[in-house]
């Protein structure tokens, strides 16, 4: 349980005071922030779940907003464009990874908050009023793609397209699960639904079965602990998403998979997963992991996002709200992102 005491996340509204973000360089975008998500990755930072939190975190990586300078070698944009910026904000440019345009999977990944910067400083989030970042992690927000309902998908909507892309799970006619209608589960429903693929939603809050079918649009859904839901769709899928944010038991989890299926690791729960090695050898199954996406493929979900009309289903929460917002995430009550609305709340006169 979080409460509102032991939430070490600060919003940088006393910029004058401590400096957040460095002045615009050569190559760098700065973008006054309109709207940033809230991804539960940054409330595992912030309780320090993952055990790596630098303090004061300003967490924040679905990040949209309006450029309002450029530094002298940019030219992908200019002030006043919509840009967005997502989990990384650096990267080493030169290893295998980096070359290959896998930038996601470099080593010396910088990401946008909680971590520290190839020059020695730490790199602080959205949760802010102004972030500057180097031009090559910065996405365009393509024309028809909303800044609020745009913004969870620079994490989630990449975290979950990323590898439905690249694992064969983009395919019309064939059948994904999606473990955990939460941020990235909800758009996980979307992007699927956009593929023209069959969708079913495993899940454990029975109370989400009428959103996700008749809101969201999946063809199914099933309650993890209902055991006659679960043999109903058993031996059927041909890849699962799994967002779950805690750590379960994945045994029953594989059963739905069919022979040769995979099954796909995005949530990043504080505890280790139990695997079973019959449950993945005996049909031939894989376990894979996937973090975020490269910024090439970012640029080419959001575009597929504004064609499709897919977005994120959002509660807007003011800036002061945070605390509350941080709270009713950890107990699973948000449908389906909070996004919190910097532009209009957090300013300074
Ligand atoms: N790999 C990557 O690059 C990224 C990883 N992440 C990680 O993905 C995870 C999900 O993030 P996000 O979608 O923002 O989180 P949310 O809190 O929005 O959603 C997580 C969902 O997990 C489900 N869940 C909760 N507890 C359990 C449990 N004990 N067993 C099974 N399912 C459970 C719930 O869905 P339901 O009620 O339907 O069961 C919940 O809505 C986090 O761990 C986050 O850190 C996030 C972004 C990028
Ligand atoms: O919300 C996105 C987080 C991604 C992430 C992936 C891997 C890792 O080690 C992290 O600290 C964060
Ligand atoms: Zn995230
Ligand atoms: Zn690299």
Redesign the pocket.
């Known amino acids: 349980m979080v409460s509102t005491e032991n939430i070490s996340c600060v919003l940088a509204f006393f910029f004058d005071v401590f400096p957040f973000c460095r002045n615009t360089g050569d190559d760098d975008v700065s973008i006054k922030v309109l709207y940033c998500g809230i991804?539960?990755?940054?409330l595992?930072?912030i309780k320090n779940e993952?055990r790596?939190a630098i303090y004061p975190v300003v967490a924040g990586?679905e990040i949209a907003g309006v450029v309002t300078e450029v530094g002298k070698n940019v030219a992908r944009f200019k002030a006043g464009d919509n840009v967005g910026v997502g989990?990384m904000v650096n990267t080493c440019r030169s290893c295998e990874s980096c070359e290959e345009g896998s930038e996601n999977y470099c080593s010396r990944i910088v990401?946008t908050y909680?971590s520290v910067d190839r020059d020695g400083t730490v790199t602080y989030g959205g949760y802010s009023e102004l972030v500057v970042v180097s031009e090559r992690f910065v996405v365009r927000f393509p024309d028809g793609l909303p800044l609020d309902r745009g913004a969870p998908l620079l994490?989630?909507g990449v975290?979950v397209y990323a590898p439905m892309k690249q694992h064969g799970l983009s395919e019309p006619g064939k059948h994904v699960g999606v473990i955990g209608l939460g941020g990235l589960g909800h758009v996980a429903v979307k992007f699927a639904k956009a593929f023209g693929m069959k969708v079913t939603v495993i899940s454990t809050s029975p109370e989400k079965r009428q959103e996700a079918v008749e809101r969201l649009g999946a063809d199914a859904f099933v309650v993890s602990t209902n055991a006659s839901d679960m043999k109903s769709v058993m031996g059927t899928m041909h890849g699962i998403i799994n967002t779950a944010c805690a750590s379960t038991s994945m045994h029953p989890y594989f059963a739905l998979l069919k022979p040769k299926g995979k099954m796909i690791l995005v949530g990043?729960p504080e505890k280790p997963l139990q695997v079973s090695a019959f449950a993945l050898v005996g049909g031939g199954k894989t376990l894979a992991g996937s973090?975020?996406g490269s910024i090439t493929d970012t640029q080419e979900m959001m575009d597929f996002a504004a064609k499709h009309g897919v977005a994120a289903d959002v509660e807007l929460v003011r800036a002061d709200e945070v605390n509350t917002a941080m709270e009713r995430l950890a107990k699973g009550d948000v449908r389906y992102r909070f996004v919190i609305d910097i532009g209009n709340t957090l300013k300074t006169d």
């Open positions: 991804c539960h990755s940054d595992h930072t993952w790596n990586h989990c990401f909680n994490c989630a975290t990043l973090c975020m």
